[in-house]
């Protein structure tokens, strides 16, 4: 999941990001916020006009077949975005000094606790605040370090450069992002496509500002030179001229 929201998948992404590229990768996430913004508004007129998710309007008017076919890629790419999540609750776990083998089945113990007891905006309350915070550190860590002098536009053609591209493209057209937000908007009754697209544009522009200040935190690590996830620690190290050496320990409570 990249740009439907800012979660484990994207910050570990645009730290890359800024680490390879500097600030090289910029455009490419603020020109995402007019497609972003596009497919998720139309998705929340369906709830806006229906009170109904795009499930249920599929199935009230197409065949059982159809329904299904509908259904498939948004199982699928939910079940991958669930895997890529639980990735970065391992990656934040091995920063805290806890072996994923220990940590996953009691994340997900507490999961499947929060879905069968239904008390999720209770834990969200919580999420949030530490949300906050870890955002809070990026930018506070930006402030400390200084607006570097990189180009906010680098393009290329090598592996490396599309493979990046295309982590960024990521959940544009995410058919359970399509979903969820057809689902939410009817779930909280509102029932004016003003109040819906309006909702949905702030959304897309601070997920996108949000991933621009990571980038801009971790920019210049590593600059132009291979550079992969397999070194978690030194993502962290954006954190560091606000964290010091605490640095992977809010980097790992952040990615939880």
Do not use: C
């Not at 369906?46 to 077949?65: D, H, P, Q, Y």
């Not at 982590?167 to 819906?196: C, H, I, N």
């Not at 971790?218 to 620690?233: D, I, V």
Request: net charge neutral; aromatic share 10%.
């Amino acid at each position: 999941v990249m740009i439907a929201d800012v979660d484990a998948a994207s910050v570990l992404t645009a730290a890359e990001n800024g680490a390879v590229y500097g600030y090289g990768m910029i455009w490419i996430l603020l020109i995402l916020i007019v497609p972003l913004f596009v497919i998720q508004e139309a998705a929340g007129r369906i709830g806006v006009a229906t009170g109904k998710g795009l499930g249920e309007v599929v199935r009230e008017n197409f065949s059982r077949r159809t329904a299904l076919l509908v259904t498939l890629p948004m199982a699928i790419t939910d079940f991958l975005s669930y895997v890529a999540e639980y990735a970065g609750i391992a990656i934040g776990m091995s920063l805290l000094g806890v072996p994923p083998v220990f940590a996953l089945p009691v994340v997900f113990l507490i999961h499947l606790l929060v879905v069968y007891r239904q008390k999720y905006f209770t834990v969200e309350k919580a999420l949030l605040v530490i949300s906050i915070i870890f955002v809070a550190s990026y930018v506070a860590s930006l402030l400390l370090r200084g607006v570097l002098n990189y180009s906010p536009v680098y393009i290329g053609t090598d592996h490396q450069f599309l493979s990046f591209v295309a982590s960024d493209l990521g959940a544009v057209v995410m058919p359970f992002m399509l979903f969820y937000q057809a689902s939410a908007t009817a779930e909280k009754g509102v029932r004016s496509t003003w109040t819906s697209r309006t909702e949905t544009l702030l959304g897309a522009v601070v997920s996108e500002v949000i991933m621009v200040l990571i980038v801009m935190a971790t920019a210049g690590m590593n600059s132009f030179t291979s550079f992969t996830l397999a070194n978690p620690e030194k993502l962290s190290l954006g954190l560091s001229t606000v964290a010091g050496m605490y640095a992977p320990y809010v980097f790992g409570i952040g990615l939880v």
